[in-house]
Structure formats: structure tokens, C-alpha cells
């Protein structure tokens, strides 16, 4: 299972910290995403990191604004957003892959999804 939080309502250059906990497998098993999906939209990849939380990627929209990293230890990730812009308004997802690392980030490459939260880019 996985649990998503954080999301809300932000204006433009704003931040948001949003969190994903884990349980009922063995998170260090799995490399997790963040993605995204605005309405209309196909959901996308975010970010993506290995399941050591040496390696991660970013989709370039949002390089040097997004930050991901995991705590094994408390089995959560952490998608820090900063500079934050309209479109990145979207539902935003955690979900997991049982693999070292998934550097491709794609959504049907996943195998557990978590709720979704919502944020909201005002400008």
C-alpha cells in the first residue's frame, strides 16, 4: 500500500513537500515514482529513484525545481517542489516498480499505485 500527502493549494514560486509511506512490502525491493495527471492529460512521470536512493531522473520540466528522496529506514519518499508553476497543477501519484531502478519513469511500468493528491499552482 502506498499513501500519498502533501498536496494543496500554492501560488506561483511557491512550495510543496509531498510524501509517500509505504507498507505491506518490502520497500527496499522497489524503485518508486512520482507522476502526475492533469485533467485531459495522460498521466506522466515526475521523478523517479532507485530503490537505494543513489540514482534518481526528473522529466526536464521540472529539473532544478523537484527534488525526490527516500528514507528506507521509515519507508517513505519525498517529492520536494519548489518554484512552483500553473502547469504544474496536477493530481500527483507515488507508485512502485520491483526493480533496482527504472530510469525510463514511465506510469504503465509500475506495479502499485497510491492515492492520489491534489495540487493546485495559483498564479
Known amino acids: 500500500q502506498l499513501q500519498a500527502s502533501g498536496g494543496g493549494l500554492v501560488q506561483t514560486g511557491g512550495s510543496l513537500t509531498l510524501s509517500c509511506a509505504a507498507s505491506?512490502?518490502?520497500?527496499?525491493?522497489?524503485?518508486i515514482g512520482w507522476f502526475r495527471q492533469a485533467p485531459g492529460k495522460e498521466r506522466e512521470g515526475v521523478s523517479c529513484?532507485?530503490?537505494?536512493?543513489?540514482?534518481?531522473n526528473y522529466r526536464g520540466s521540472v529539473r532544478g525545481r523537484f527534488t525526490i528522496s527516500r528514507d528506507n529506514a521509515k519507508n517513505t519518499v519525498t517529492l520536494q517542489m519548489d518554484n512552483l508553476k500553473p502547469e504544474d497543477t496536477a493530481v500527483y501519484y507515488c507508485?512502485?516498480?520491483?526493480?533496482?531502478?527504472?530510469?525510463?519513469?514511465?506510469?504503465?511500468?509500475?506495479?502499485?499505485w497510491g492515492n492520489g493528491t491534489l495540487v493546485t499552482v495559483s498564479s
Open positions: 507508485a512502485a516498480r520491483r526493480a533496482s531502478w527504472y530510469p525510463r519513469c514511465r506510469y504503465y511500468g509500475m506495479d502499485y
Open positions: 505491506g512490502f518490502t520497500f527496499t525491493d522497489y524503485a
Open positions: 529513484i532507485n530503490k537505494s536512493g543513489g540514482s534518481t
